[in-house]
């Protein structure tokens, strides 16, 4: 008994290891090595396109200061860099946490809908985090209410999770009634469970990445 328990051990820890390593498509140390060269070839590339866009600017005589050039280009790599990796991450996280077997993969009509939904979350927060009015009026709404940083922490995290809520309420209400009324043996569960966690995701990444667009259009904003 105690042998086969001892054997069972690193075989069940060996199984989760290679589902993990199967759901998510990378290795602990591949993810690493992407970071890193993600970092060391990033920061150039966006110093690059920066110059490279003040230059532009310059010469077409249009009136946008280089820390508004700045400001969008930082949005556009939250919006169209940040934004997708974080909902494949946390989709990967919420179907190896959630559900033991494999998440089956989207049908042809979910795949366009996410793919318009993506490209639309992108827009949206380069539209919303690029513009030196939006960046500007959140810094003067988070000096008004400003209390201390303690406070304004779970202040941002409260409105976070709000807008969490409001953004993924309509498509897991959606999903939450179906389940309920499948056995569950029903064949089209795990489909339904993989929408679900697909929406739950693109809201908690969608929020995330708008976070990091204002941050970062703020710090270009304000040090410069």
Avoid: K
């Avoid at 600017?57 to 200061?65: E, G, L, Q, Y």
């Avoid at 974080?86 to 494999?102: G, N």
């Avoid at 498509?171 to 569950?184: I, K, P, S």
Wanted: glycine share 6%.
């Amino acid at each position: 008994m105690s042998t086969a328990l001892h054997y069972d051990l690193p075989m069940a820890a060996e199984q989760d290891a290679e589902r993990a390593a199967r759901l998510s498509g990378l290795s602990r140390r591949t993810r690493l090595v992407v970071a890193a060269l993600a970092v060391v070839l990033g920061v150039p590339l966006v110093l690059f396109a920066w110059v490279g866009g003040v230059l532009l600017v310059d010469a077409t005589r249009i009136p946008v200061s280089p820390a508004q050039v700045l400001a969008w280009l930082l949005a556009a790599v939250a919006g169209a860099v940040v934004w997708p990796l974080a909902l494949r991450r946390l989709q990967h996280e919420l179907a190896r946490h959630q559900s033991p077997r494999s998440a089956p993969s989207p049908t042809r009509a979910d795949a366009v809908a996410r793919t318009i939904l993506v490209v639309l979350g992108a827009v949206a927060i380069i539209a919303l985090t690029g513009p030196r009015d939006f960046a500007s009026a959140l810094a003067d709404a988070g000096a008004t209410v400003s209390i201390g940083p303690r406070e304004n922490g779970l202040l941002v995290q409260l409105v976070a999770m709000i807008v969490v809520v409001i953004i993924s309420a309509p498509a897991l209400l959606l999903t939450q009634r179906a389940l309920r009324r499948m056995r569950a043996d029903d064949p089209r569960r795990p489909r339904l469970e993989e929408r679900q966690n697909w929406h739950l995701a693109a809201a908690v990444a969608w929020v995330c990445s708008l976070g990091v667009g204002f941050v970062v259009s703020l710090i270009a904003l304000i040090t410069m």
